[in-house]
C-alpha cells in the first residue's frame, strides 16, 4: 500500500501523534494516559504482567506486503496473545516505534486505526496509554 502526502517529518513529532492519538480511544482505567513517554493507570488486582514483543521491518513483516493498519494490529495482537497466555486481562498498551524520515503521517494514522481495531476486537478496555516515537533507518 503506498501512503500519499505529507511525511511525519515534515508534520513534526508534535502535530503528527496528535493527529494519530485522535483515532484512539480511552479507557476507564487510565489517569494519565497518551501524550508522553510514560502514563498512570490504575488496577484493581495486584498481580501485574508486562510483555513487549518487537516488530523489524523486513524481518517480521514487509511493507510491500502490510499496510500501517495490518502492522498496528499485529502489534497488539502479539502482545495481547502473550498477556493472555500468562493468565493476565490486557488493560494498558505502549507502542515505541522507530519511522523512517520517508513515513508518511497517513500511514502512521492508519497503524493507530490497526492499534485501535484490535484493541476494539479483543478487548474493549485496552487502551493505548503512551510510548515513544523516534527516527531511524527502518520502521520498527
Known sequence: MEYLGESIIQIGESEAL????????????????????AAVITITDPR????TDTMVEN???RNSWS?????GFKAVMTN????????????????????SSETKQAWLE???????????????????????????????
Open 59 to 61: 524481518h517480521d513483516f
Open 80 to 99: 495481547a496473545a502473550d498477556l493472555v497466555a500468562m493468565g493476565a486481562t490486557p488493560r494498558a498498551l505502549t507502542v515505541a516505534l522507530i519511522i
Open 18 to 37: 496528535a493527529r494519530a492519538l485522535s483515532v484512539l480511544k480511552s479507557a476507564e482505567s487510565t489517569l494519565v494516559g497518551s501524550g508522553d513517554d
Open 110 to 140: 492508519d497503524f493507530a486505526r490497526g492499534l485501535q481495531a484490535a484493541c476494539d476486537q479483543f478487548s474493549p478496555s485496552i487502551e493505548v496509554v503512551g510510548g515513544d516515537l523516534a527516527l531511524g533507518s527502518e520502521i520498527v
Open 48 to 51: 501485574v504482567v508486562i510483555t
Open 67 to 71: 499496510s500501517g493498519f495490518d502492522l
